[in-house]
């Protein structure tokens, strides 16, 4: 057993260093809304937002993990939540084009600074695409979300861009506009979700491919519990979501609460501010 493991029941959890991008919310802002959980009315603190990424991403280094950080642009106030810049699997990079036109100029932003470091295998979308926040990879497939952000033609773009499979989830509930807000990654075969952010269909697909997937509460999902990061052993989430840390501290992994409220009211937490660059 190394200082990277723990077990629990039959199953030793093992942590992997990971390679992220993150962006300092150094213009963070709610100056429009374009999902429930923002309102522009009440003001923000720009300098408490700041300190609680900060926190996030020298959690990630204290645990091993490797932090790029991306310029933030002034007027583009969502630039925070690096996962929805870009996917980034085997080192190739499909490029995000969103859906709302207060954020469109983010795509290009990121695909330049992939550019940039010297990725050379970069693909701009035909189909609107919001990155990480609805492709979310377990183990060598891809789940993909549909029904706010991302169009579904953009899934069959993506499984032809990075040969692998794709699997579509329809997403039903405003609250749960992206995928990474429902459906948490938590090992190469393991997800946590939340039942009633799917249509009746998703549901039973989900059921098919994750018998035993954790499965959070209402009260979980609300505070934005399911926006987590696990780099196998370590479950990085809302402080706010204990019962899903207890869940998964029942099968080994090592939950950290990390709080980032000030993020939320632009409808963001923890995996929203974290891209992994993979490969
Ligand atoms: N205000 C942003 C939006 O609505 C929040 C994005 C959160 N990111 C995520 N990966 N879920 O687009």
Known sequence: MTANQSTAGNR?????????????????????????WMNPVKPVDGGLALRQWEGLRDLYRELGHTVLEIEPVPGLPDMVFAANGATVVDGKVFGARFRHVERTAEGPLYLEWFRRQGFDELYWPEHINEGEGDYLTVGRRLLAGTGFRTDQRSHFEAQEFFGLPVTGL???????????????????????????????????????????????????AAVFGLNMFSDGRHVLLPKAATGLAGQLAERGFEPVGVDLTELLRAGGSVKCCTLELRG
């Open 170 to 220: 329809r997403l039903v509930n405003p609250s749960y506009y992206h995928l990474d807000t429902a459906l948490a990654v938590l090992s190469d075969d393991e997800v946590a979700y939340y039942p009633k952010a799917f249509t009746e269909g998703s549901q039973a697909v989900l059921r098919a491919m994750f018998p035993d997937a954790v499965l959070a509460t209402d009260e979980d």
């Open 12 to 36: 030793t959890r093992t942590a992997t260093p990971r390679r992220l991008l993150m962006c300092p919310p150094r213009h963070f802002d709610v100056t429009y809304s374009i999902n429930p």
